[in-house]
Nanobody, 116 residues
Framework: QVQLVESGGGLVQPGGSLRLSCAAS????????MAWYRQAPGQQRELVAA???????NYANSVKGRFTISRDNAKKTVYLQMNSLKPEDTAVYYC??????????WGQGTQVTVSS
């Protein structure tokens, strides 16, 4: 059974930082591309950052220079370091694991709220 468990969300002031973690089980983690998505109320889920199985990152334009995605294959964990947070970063953040053309796996989501 595949499980993706996110942690690290919370309430932070504008300009602050958070680090999200996603621990995976039930998949051969090292071969899976991983990604973080987010969904704000009333909006569609959007890709925030992705990392290939070779650790090549890609970012949405809205987070470039502020967010960093990384992975630790030994710990089967993917991270999202979020700096210089803005109110518009407020959303539920979801971890995703998907091989091209195959079933997508999702975590349950973790809430990030950026507010003073």
């Amino acid at each position: 059974q595949v499980q993706l468990v996110e942690s690290g969300g919370g309430l932070v002031q504008p300009g602050g930082s958070l680090r999200l973690s996603c621990a995976a089980s039930g998949i051969l983690f090292s071969i899976y591309p991983m990604a973080w998505y987010r969904q704000a109320p009333g909006q569609q889920r959007e890709l925030v950052a992705a990392i290939s199985n070779g650790s090549t990152p890609n970012y949405a334009n809205s987070v470039k220079g502020r967010f960093t995605i990384s992975r630790d294959n030994a710990k089967k964990t993917v991270y999202l370091q979020m700096n210089s947070l803005k109110p518009e970063d407020t959303a539920v953040y979801y971890c995703n694991a998907q091989m091209p053309g195959r079933t997508a796996y999702w975590g349950q989501g973790t809430q990030v709220t950026v507010s003073s």
